[in-house]
């Protein structure tokens, strides 16, 4: 395992149970995770999974804490909160992952935006040429969001679209749900069994 400090970020996009999923792992496998949602991705998160990150910051950390059923690893900050650690190259985490990653948000961090903690946070990961990993969830794709995709890939960010297999026969929703989850976690270098791998039993 290459990282101890992981930024999550979730946003806009639909897909809230990546970001909440990937959380959990990492706390479950001993990393501190800062856990940031925007407000559309506070809305979004609601509307998906019934968790409702608004409000006060400690009573929304301990629904979060309720929700993915863990006790410890989990600091949750506001959007706007450029005070925050993440905020600056001198105390950056070891990597940051949007997930989701609104077209938006991407387009944002394309463009070198910093309107919000989330964004700045992606930027100091560039230019302090540490991961980036966005997970974008929308379809179709425009012109417009596959630029902003090719920019951000050779600016040195990792594109790993919220897309699941099929091969490994899912049962359920989560099983989908891992297999993201889990390509997330491999470009981490973090060992994980969430998902069958191609050619295994």
């Known amino acids: 395992m290459t990282q101890r400090h992981v930024f999550i970020a979730l946003t806009g996009a639909s897909g809230s149970m990546y970001g909440l999923r990937l959380a959990e792992q990492l706390c479950l496998n001993g990393f501190q995770v ?10 979004v998160c609601r509307e998906e999974t019934g ?17 993915l059923e863990i006790r410890s690893g989990l600091q949750l900050v506001h959007p706007d909160d450029l005070f925050c650690a993440a905020a600056s190259g001198s105390s950056a985490p070891d990597a940051v992952v949007v997930c989701p990653c609104s077209m938006g948000s991407l387009a944002r961090i394309a463009g070198g935006i910093s309107g919000n903690l989330i964004e700045r946070a992606a ?66 270098g973090i060992d994980n069994d969430l998902y069958k791998r191609w050619g295994t039993e």
């Open 123 to 188: 930027d100091v990961m560039l230019k302090e040429h540490r991961p980036l990993l966005l997970v974008p969830r929308e379809t179709p794709l425009s012109d417009i969001h596959l630029e902003n995709m090719l920019k951000l890939s050779r600016s040195g960010a990792r594109i790993i679209p919220a897309m699941p297999a099929f091969y490994g026969r899912s049962d359920s929703v989560l099983d989908l749900v891992d297999f993201v989850v889990g390509k997330i976690l491999d470009q981490l």
């Open 51 to 67: 968790l409702d990150l608004s409000g006060d910051l400690d009573k929304a950390l301990q629904r979060l804490y309720e929700h």
């Open 34 to 43: 800062t856990f940031c949602a925007s407000c559309s991705g506070t809305a």
